[in-house]
């Protein structure tokens, strides 16, 4: 079992960057996938990027990609979002998450869940 708890979330203004970060518990966090996923409100949580086991894998939403970038640190057990070029429609509470297998894009695969941060960017 891992906990896993978000943080570096705030308010921005477009075209600014903010580095989510999320910590794990436990000395199992190498053998976990991770993600980072977002909810708006009204909306369902969408898959935003995700990380293989070694860092070497990643994968983006067509949203994201080229402004966003996962990344992991297993000696610090904790996985990153670096989000640039922030816009409006990328205000949404971020949700990092484990997988046990597979390394996928939905959010049935996961199965361990932060609390989430807030990112609000501003026109």
């Known amino acids: 079992q891992v906990q896993l708890v978000e943080s570096g979330g705030g308010l921005v203004q477009t075209g600014d960057s903010l580095r989510l970060s999320c910590a794990a518990s436990?000395?199992?966090?190498?053998?976990?996938?991770m993600g980072w996923f977002r909810q708006a409100p009204g909306k369902e949580r969408e898959f935003v990027a995700g990380?293989?086991?070694?860092?070497?894998?990643?994968y983006y939403a067509d949203s994201v990609k080229g402004r966003f970038t996962i990344s992991r640190d297993n000696a610090k057990n904790t996985v990153y979002l670096q989000m640039g070029s922030l816009k409006p429609e990328d205000t949404a509470v971020y949700y990092c998450?484990?997988?046990?297998?597979?390394?996928?894009?939905?959010?049935?695969?996961?199965?361990?869940w932060g609390q989430g941060t807030q990112v609000t960017v501003s026109s």
């Open positions: 990380i293989s086991r070694s860092g070497a894998h990643t």
């Open positions: 998450a484990a997988e046990t297998y597979g390394s996928g894009r939905q959010v049935h695969e996961y199965d361990y």
């Open positions: 436990g000395r199992t966090f190498s053998t976990y996938a």
